[in-house]
C-alpha cells in the first residue's frame, strides 16, 4: 500500500474508525511481578475509597480516579483544561461523590487494566506509518493502547487552548517513569486547508514537550506517530494539540492510540530486528570428492568485513598521522570529511582552488577500502557560502560560480565519492534558492546526477531527528521536500539526517524513522553526536541509545559519526582524546562494533555434514579440516531471510 510502512509482528484485527471504548481489561496482559503490583494497587485505592465514601479523610488521588471513570462522556462544562502559566492542573466537579465512586470501585475489582502499563497482544512493536494524506483514518494501532476514545465525533469531547485551537484532549494516568511511550493518531483540520499541528504531552510534574508533528490538511486525514519517556512517574497527564501559526481552526482526531513498553521489551525489539535485517543463518556443508558426507570435520568461521557502514568524520588532523589512522581503521569501514570539501575550504576565493588536502584524505580513504561520503557540493547557510560568493549580486554571475563549482568538483572527483550531500540544510536556509529561485536545488540535483551516475544523491538536515520542536524540519516538512524535488525529476536516492541530540527522544526517534521509511529510501545518519553540554558518562549513555535505535531500526542504511579528531578536541563529542585514549564514548563505540560483529564461529559438521551459524552480514573466511587436510575459502552473508548454503569439498 503506497505510503505505508510496516514491519514486524502479526497482523491485527482491523475495527472502524471512531469513538470505541474498549475496557482496559481487555486490553492488558501482566507478567506475575506486574500482577501482584495490580492487586496491592488495587487493594490500597479500595481502602481509599471506601474510606472516602464513608466521609473520612483521603487522599486526593481519588478525585483524580474520578475523572478516569468519567473521561468516556465527559460534559462541556467537565472539559479539563490545560494548566496556564504555570497553574495547578484543576480537578472538575462530578456527579454525586456515592455513585462515581461505586462506579471507580467497581471498575477497579473487574478490571483495572490501566494502572499498569499493558503491553500489545503479540508483544510487539508495530512499525506502521503513513506519510500520504488520505480518505479515511485507519484503526488505532495496538487498538488503542491506553487511550480512552478512538475519536473525537462527540463534540463534547472537543476542547480550546490558548491559541485558539479546538480540539479533543487525551487525558491520561499514572504514567511511569522509563516506559518508552508511542503515540500515534490521525488528525483533520476545520477553518484551515492545511496546518503545522503538534501534539505535546503535559504531565503534571514537569513542563509541556512536544511529542509528535503532522502537515495535517482539511480535505483528509494526515497520520501523526511520535512518543515520549518520562524522568518521574506522572499521576495525571494531557496530550492535546497546538498549531504552529495559531490561526483559529479545529481539529478533528481519530484512531487515538498510546502504548507503553518497558526498556526491557524496547531492547527485545532491538535485538530481534538485528537478528533478522543485520544477520544471516548460514549452513555450511562438508562431501568427499565422491560426494559423501563428512561427519566430524573442523569448521572455523571469521569475519574479515563488515557490511552495515559504521563511520566518523575526519578532518586534515589525520594527514601523517599514523597512530590516528590505525587507529581510525581498525574500527570505521564508512568516513567523511569533516570541512574539507566545503566550497569555502575548496576555493576560498575566486578562481583560487585548493584540493590538495581532500585529494590526500581520499588517498588514504581509498588505500584502506573505506567508504566515503561527498559533503558537501553546498549549504544554503549564508553563513557558510563563501564571502566571494554573497558578493555576487548578478543572478547570472552567481549561476555561473555555482555551475564551475558543481562541474569541477563532481568531474574532479568521478566515481571515488559512493554519496553527495548536495544542497546542505535546505529545509533551514535559502541563500540559493532566494538569489537563484525556488528551482535551484532541483538544478543542482539534475546536474549532479549527469556529472556522476554512480552517487546517490542526498538531502541533509538537523533537527529532523533529534526533536519535534524545530517547526523548519519536522518529519513531513522533510518527506514533502523530497517529494516535491522527486516529482521536479530530481534523483535522490538518499535520506540523511543529521542526528546532533542533545538528550534524544528514542521512542520519537523510532517513529519518525517509520514515517521517513515509508518514502522506501535508504536512510543515514550522517552526522551523529551528542552535545557537549553533558558531562562525559552522560554523552556515553545517551550516544549508545542512539546508536543502539539507529542500527535496529529496519530502514536505516549506515551510521555516521561527526567526531573528528583535533588537538582542541572536536565538534561537539570526541571519541578519544588527542593521544587516541578512549573517553567513555570512545567506550561505547568499541563496545559495539565488537557487539555487532561475528568475531569467530566453528564447530564440528554434524552426522549430515554440516555446521550452521547465524552471523552478522559482511565477508568471512572459512577453514575446514579434516583428517589432517585443510581447505580455505571466502564467502559472504548478504541480506536474505533464508539460509545461506556454502558447499565445501575435501
Given amino acids: 500500500m503506497a505510503g505505508r510502512q510496516v514491519r514486524g509482528g502479526r497482523a491485527r484485527p482491523r475495527r472502524s474508525a471512531g469513538a470505541e471504548w474498549v475496557a482496559p481489561c481487555d486490553r492488558a496482559i501482566y507478567s ?5 503490583a495490580l492487586i496491592m494497587t488495587r487493594v490500597c485505592l479500595c481502602v481509599v475509597l471506601s474510606s472516602w465514601l464513608l466521609g473520612l479523610p483521603c487522599s486526593l488521588a481519588a478525585d483524580s480516579f474520578l475523572l478516569h471513570s468519567r473521561s468516556l462522556k465527559p460534559r462541556a462544562e467537565e472539559a479539563v483544561e490545560l494548566p ?16 462515581a465512586g461505586f462506579v471507580v470501585l467497581w471498575m477497579l475489582l473487574h478490571c483495572g ?7 500489545p497482544p503479540d508483544g510487539w512493536y508495530d512499525y506502521s506509518a503513513y506519510t500520504d494524506c488520505r480518505g479515511q483514518p485507519e484503526p488505532a494501532l495496538y487498538n488503542g493502547g491506553i487511550l480512552k476514545f478512538g475519536s473525537s465525533d462527540d463534540p463534547d469531547g472537543y476542547r480550546t487552548t490558548e491559541t485558539g485551537v479546538f480540539s479533543p484532549a487525551f487525558v491520561v494516568y499514572n504514567l511511569n517513569k522509563t516506559t518508552m511511550y508511542t503515540f500515534s493518531c490521525w488528525v483533520k483540520l476545520e477553518g484551515a486547508y492545511n496546518a503545522l499541528i503538534t501534539a505535546r504531552l503535559a504531565p503534571d510534574n514537569t513542563g509541556v514537550r512536544c511529542i509528535a508533528t503532522v502537515l495535517a490538511r482539511s480535505d483528509c486525514w494526515a497520520f501523526v506517530k511520535g512518543g515520549f519517556v518520562l524522568d518521574w512517574p506522572s499521576q495525571t497527564a494531557v496530550i492535546f494539540f497546538q498549531n504552529a501559526d495559531k490561526t483559529p481552526m479545529k481539529i478533528t482526531v481519530a484512531s487515538g492510540s498510546l502504548q507503553p513498553f518497558t526498556t526491557d521489551q524496547w531492547a527485545m525489539h532491538q535485538q530481534d530486528t538485528i537478528r533478522k535485517r543485520r544477520k544471516r543463518v548460514a549452513t555450511i556443508h562438508v562431501a ?3 560426494g559423501a558426507r563428512v561427519v566430524g570435520a573442523s569448521v572455523s568461521v571469521q569475519q574479515t568485513s563488515k557490511d552495515f557502514p559504521i563511520g566518523s568524520a575526519i578532518a586534515s588532523t589525520i594527514l601523517g598521522n599514523q597512530a590516528y589512522q590505525k587507529w ?3 574500527r570505521f569501514n564508512a568516513a567523511v570529511f569533516e570541512d574539507e570539501l566545503k566550497w569555502y575550504s575548496t576555493e576560498p576565493t575566486s578562481g583560487l582552488l585548493r584540493f590538495d588536502v581532500p585529494d590526500q584524505m581520499l588517498a588514504f580513504v581509498r588505500s584502506h577500502r573505506v567508504m566515503v561520503r561527498g559533503h558537501n557540493i553546498f549549504w544554503e547557510n549564508q553563513d557558510a557560502t563563501p564571502r566571494w560568493v554573497k558578493n555576487l549580486t548578478s543572478p547570472d554571475d552567481l549561476r555561473a560560480a555555482v555551475n564551475a563549482r558543481i562541474q569541477g568538483l563532481m568531474t574532479r572527483y568521478r566515481g571515488e565519492f559512493a554519496h553527495w550531500d548536495v544542497n ?6 535559502n541563500f540559493y534558492e532566494q538569489r537563484l529561485g525556488p ?14 551516475p554512480l552517487a546517490t544523491l542526498f538531502m541533509n538536515e538537523y533537527n529532523v531527528i533529534e526533536t519535534c520542536d524545530d517547526p523548519f524540519s519536522t518529519v513531513d516538512t522533510y518527506a514533502a521536500k523530497l517529494k516535491e524535488l522527486r516529482a521536479g525529476g530530481a534523483i535522490l536516492e538518499g535520506i540523511g539526517l543529521e542526528g546532533h541530540f542533545s538528550r534524544p527522544n528514542i521512542p520519537l526517534m523510532r517513529a519518525i524513522l517509520d514515517k521517513l521509511a ?13 552535545s557537549n553540554k553533558f558531562d562525559a558518562q552522560t554523552q556515553a549513555a545517551y550516544l549508545e541509545q542512539v546508536l543502539r535505535e539507529a542500527y535496529a531500526h529496519p530502514a536505516v542504511s549506515g551510521v555516521m559519526l561527526w567526531t573528528a579528531l583535533h588537538p582542541s578536541g572536536c565538534y561537539q563529542m570526541c571519541l578519544t582524546d588527542w593521544g587516541l585514549n578512549n573517553l567513555p564514548t570512545g567506550d561505547v563505540v568499541d563496545r559495539l562494533l565488537n557487539e555487532w560483529r561475528t568475531l569467530q564461529a566453528g564447530g564440528q559438521t554434524d552426522a549430515h555434514g554440516a555446521y550452521s551459524f547465524s552471523g552478522y552480514l559482511g565477508e568471512y573466511v572459512l577453514t575446514v579440516t579434516y583428517n589432517n587436510r585443510t581447505t580455505q575459502s571466502t564467502f559472504s552473508l548478504s541480506p536474505g531471510d533464508e539460509t545461506r548454503h556454502i558447499n565445501v569439498q575435501m
Fill in 328 to 330: 581510525f581503521v581498525d
Fill in 439 to 452: 528551482n535551484a536545488s532541483m538544478e543542482f540535483f539534475s546536474v549532479a546526477q549527469d556529472a556522476d
Fill in 113 to 119: 487494566g490501566e494502572l499498569v502499563a499493558a503491553v
Fill in 424 to 429: 546542505n540544510e535546505m529545509l533551514h536556509y
Fill in 288 to 290: 568427499d570428492p565422491q
Fill in 84 to 99: 496556564r502559566s504555570g497553574a495547578a492542573m484543576r480537578t472538575p466537579r462530578f456527579a454525586p461523590r456515592a455513585v
Fill in 518 to 530: 515509508t518514502l522506501g529510501l535508504p536512510i543515514w545518519f550522517t552526522e551523529i553526536d551528542i
Fill in 32 to 36: 506475575t511481578p506486574q500482577l501482584l
